[in-house]
């Protein structure tokens, strides 16, 4: 495993040990709170937690999920990227992710919950996986379909956006899962922009 993507893997791991033990105190500090947040809430926005958010779980099969995908796309990205690089992408895909969960929240008005997880920076990898190994097959856990990482992420992409306008699966931050993506897609242009102009 590349080393920028097990540092993330086994800090994310660490913080979920935490949180068995603080949980309530480290959901109040760094979970990702609406900006709408009632003052007598007696918890609201902090300026870090647009990353430290990113640390959080919402119980084991999330942590599972996002870690898994972590270490299937993160080491070849990585190697794509170099480390620096690697971790700028990263942690730029969970900023806008962040923005973006706090923009739709401002919008619809939506009850002030907190937002935890890694799935914007794993979402921003999602993302350059299709654009940098177009061709590799992904398989699929439910159903068990190959199909190359360009179709999957275009696919799955849509599915958040579908379940984001309608609703659906109330509880998951789909317009965060999207954030990541254009921020992680906007970097890659910038990048490659520059290096057409050198």
Do not use: K
Not at 106 to 126: C, M
Request: proline share 7%; hydrophobic share 55%.
């Amino acid at each position: 495993m590349a080393p920028v993507t097990q540092a993330l893997l086994l800090a994310n791991v660490a913080v979920f040990i935490l949180q068995q033990f603080a949980e309530p105190l480290l959901i109040s500090y760094f979970a990702l709170w609406p900006l709408n947040v009632p003052p007598e809430a007696g918890v609201g926005f902090l300026p870090w937690q647009i990353v430290s958010y990113s640390f959080l779980h919402g119980g084991l099969m999330h942590l599972l999920f996002n870690m898994l995908a972590l270490y299937m796309f993160g080491s070849d990205i990585e190697r794509v990227f170099g480390q620096r690089r690697f971790t700028i992408y990263y942690f730029v895909c969970v900023i806008s992710a962040a923005v973006a969960q706090l923009g739709m929240a401002a919008v619809g008005n939506w009850p002030p919950y907190p937002t935890v997880g890694a799935s914007g920076g794993v979402f921003g990898l999602l993302l350059a996986f299709g654009l940098y190994f177009p061709r590799r097959m992904v398989m699929l856990i439910f159903p068990p379909i190959p199909m190359p990482a360009w179709l999957f992420v275009t696919l799955y992409g849509l599915l958040e956006l579908f379940l984001g306008i309608t609703g659906t699966s109330q509880g998951v931050a789909h317009f965060a899962h999207l954030g990541g993506m254009l921020g992680g897609y906007l970097l890659i242009r910038s990048w490659r922009s520059r290096s057409r102009l050198r």
